[in-house]
């Protein structure tokens, strides 16, 4: 079984600082890693996601993700944010052999301020 | 491309209703996967169907159930609602059932029971 635990659940930033979202998971297989981002009133979009080789992923709107094995963890970063980044973000694993589920974490909900 | 749509995008239904919800996919895609999303709790997967066969289910009560078309738009039904079910129901499509591809999720239909 796997598990996604994202420990923020709220996160309020001011503008044009830097921005770390925290993701553990847990898991008896390997596993792929995803982050999504769900703008107001939307559904959810990719940001990025890890499915083998360099650790650090670079992924959409200038968002970057490290894995890293030995802590479980894939914790999202940006260097500086925008108003615009305003949104919720989830972590979510899946399984590499494809017979399991999306395991998503509760979402971390990113405020950015003037 | 045109995203994934679901309908309706909003529905008010009483206890001891019951509610169906539709999901039309990107076109050519085939896996079709569908979640609850409430506050604090995030998205709970409810059941993934490709090619008109569920491969996946979460844990949910047999109220809950779904199908897939030959055309892969997919439907969801509630039976016998509880306010408890009152959520963002999400609609996602990928390509196939490979675990590295992503999952492109339409805007949800938000359901109240009163």
Same mark, same amino acid.
């Given at each position: 079984?796997q598990?996604?635990?994202?420990l923020? #659940?709220?996160?309020?930033?001011?503008?044009?600082?830097?921005?770390?979202?925290?993701?553990?998971y847990?898991?008896?297989?390997?596993?792929?890693?995803?982050?999504?981002?769900?703008?107001?009133?939307q559904?959810?979009?990719?940001?990025l996601?890890?499915?083998?080789? #360099?650790?650090?992923?670079?992924?959409?709107?200038?968002?970057?993700?490290?894995?890293?094995?030995?802590?479980?963890s894939?914790?999202?970063?940006?260097?500086?944010?925008?108003? #615009?980044?305003?949104?919720?973000?989830?972590?979510?694993?899946? #399984?590499?052999?494809?017979?399991?589920?999306?395991?998503?974490g509760?979402?971390?909900?990113?405020?950015?301020?003037? | 491309?045109? *995203?994934?749509?679901q309908?309706?995008?909003?529905?008010i239904?009483?206890?001891?209703?019951q509610?169906?919800?539709?999901?039309?996919?990107?076109?050519?895609h085939?896996?079709v996967?569908?979640?609850?999303?409430?506050?604090?709790?995030?998205?709970?997967?409810?059941?993934?169907y490709?090619?008109?066969?569920?491969r996946?289910? *979460?844990?949910?009560?047999?109220?809950?159930?779904?199908?897939?078309?030959?055309?892969?738009?997919s439907e969801?039904?509630? +039976?016998?609602?509880e306010? *408890?079910?009152s959520?963002?129901?999400?609609?996602? +499509?990928?390509?196939?059932?490979? +675990?590295?591809n992503?999952?492109?999720?339409?805007?949800?239909t938000?359901?109240?029971?009163?």
């Amino acid at each position: 079984a796997q598990s996604v635990t994202q420990l923020d #659940s709220q996160v309020p930033v001011f503008e044009e600082a830097p921005v770390e979202l925290r993701c553990n998971y847990s898991s008896s297989v390997s596993v792929y890693l995803f982050w999504y981002v769900q703008y107001p009133n939307q559904g959810l979009q990719l940001l990025l996601k890890y499915l083998s080789g #360099s650790t650090l992923v670079k992924g959409i709107n200038g968002f970057e993700a490290e894995f890293n094995k030995s802590q479980t963890s894939f914790h999202l970063r940006k260097p500086s944010v925008h108003i #615009s980044d305003t949104a919720e973000y989830f972590c979510a694993v899946r #399984s590499t052999s494809g017979t399991y589920k999306y395991i998503f974490g509760t979402g971390t909900r990113l405020k950015v301020l003037a | 491309k045109a *995203g994934v749509t679901q309908t309706p995008r909003y529905l008010i239904k009483t206890r001891g209703q019951q509610v169906t919800l539709s999901c039309s996919p990107i076109s050519g895609h085939r896996s079709v996967s569908w979640y609850q999303q409430t506050p604090g709790q995030g998205l709970q997967f409810l059941f993934e169907y490709f090619s008109e066969t569920q491969r996946n289910k *979460g844990n949910f009560p047999g109220r809950f159930s779904g199908r897939q078309f030959s055309n892969s738009r997919s439907e969801m039904n509630v +039976s016998t609602l509880e306010l *408890g079910d009152s959520a963002l129901y999400l609609c996602a +499509s990928s390509a196939d059932t490979s +675990s590295y591809n992503e999952q492109f999720f339409g805007p949800g239909t938000r359901l109240t029971v009163l």
